[in-house]
């Protein structure tokens, strides 16, 4: 079991959600060996010494420091009407290998709020699950135009059904290098979307044959990716 205590370079003590999960939950004792990481590359064996339920102490029996990977792989959602759908697609690009989310407001749009801290604690969870020494970053939900208009890496991806001609993702996406993948709403981006997207320098692209849920294209869009660099 992996734990995640984010003040780990600077304490020996387990947060308190994760305290009580490993005392009251799993019922941890004196002596018992755990996996620890600050979800940024710092990943520690240790013992627990003292098994409170609020601040669960130990000791450390080993440190190691993970090298984060060379490319950054940053998808940006439109969050969807049903948010259990979004939380899915959270959860499973997460496992996958995620680092960066970011959910944007477009025109056809049918959610425009999100509760940041509930998709927080699904990333923590997931990356735990994973075990994963660098958790991905979850960022404020923005508009398209925002998003679009700021996006700097090279190599950038729209995912839209219009009927124009495409590549595949696998075609077009370079190994080893930062991605930016935009997945519209349920409504798909708009026309006047996908142009200010192809006029900042974005590629269209294809996920397959079949007409993904906004979700499923966004999980789809991350495994391929993910399979690209291994």
Do not use: W
Not at 26 to 42: A, F, S
Not at 127 to 151: D, G, H, M, W
Not at 164 to 183: F, R, S, Y
Request: hydrophobic share 35%; charged share 25%; with cysteine.
């Amino acid at each position: 079991m992996l734990f995640y205590a984010p003040n780990l370079l600077h304490e020996n003590i387990l947060p308190e959600e994760e305290s009580q999960h490993a005392v009251k939950v799993l019922r941890l004792r004196i002596g018992d060996e755990v996996e620890i990481t600050n979800g940024k590359g710092n990943f520690c064996k240790a013992r627990i010494t003292n098994p409170h339920p609020k601040h669960c102490e130990f000791e450390i029996l080993s440190k190691d420091f993970v090298e984060k990977r060379s490319y950054n792989l940053h998808i940006a959602i439109a969050p969807t009407k049903n948010i259990d759908r979004l939380e899915t697609f959270v959860e499973k690009a997460v496992e996958i290998g995620v680092d960066t989310i970011t959910p944007i407001i477009c025109r056809f749009s049918e959610r425009k709020t999100i509760k940041s801290e509930r998709l927080e604690k699904i990333v923590i969870s997931a990356s735990k699950q994973s075990k994963r020494t660098y958790f991905p970053v979850l960022n404020s939900i923005c508009s398209f135009c925002e998003l679009v208009n700021n996006a700097a890496v090279s190599q950038k991806f729209i995912a839209h059904c219009y009927e124009n001609e495409k590549q595949t993702l696998k075609q077009l996406c370079l190994p080893a290098t930062d991605t930016l993948l935009l997945i519209g709403p349920e409504g798909d981006f708009s026309q006047d979307e996908v142009k200010l997207a192809l006029s900042k320098g974005f590629r269209a692209v294809s996920l397959g044959n079949n007409r993904l849920r906004t979700e499923t294209a966004g999980i789809a869009a991350c495994a391929t990716v993910e399979v690209i660099n291994q």
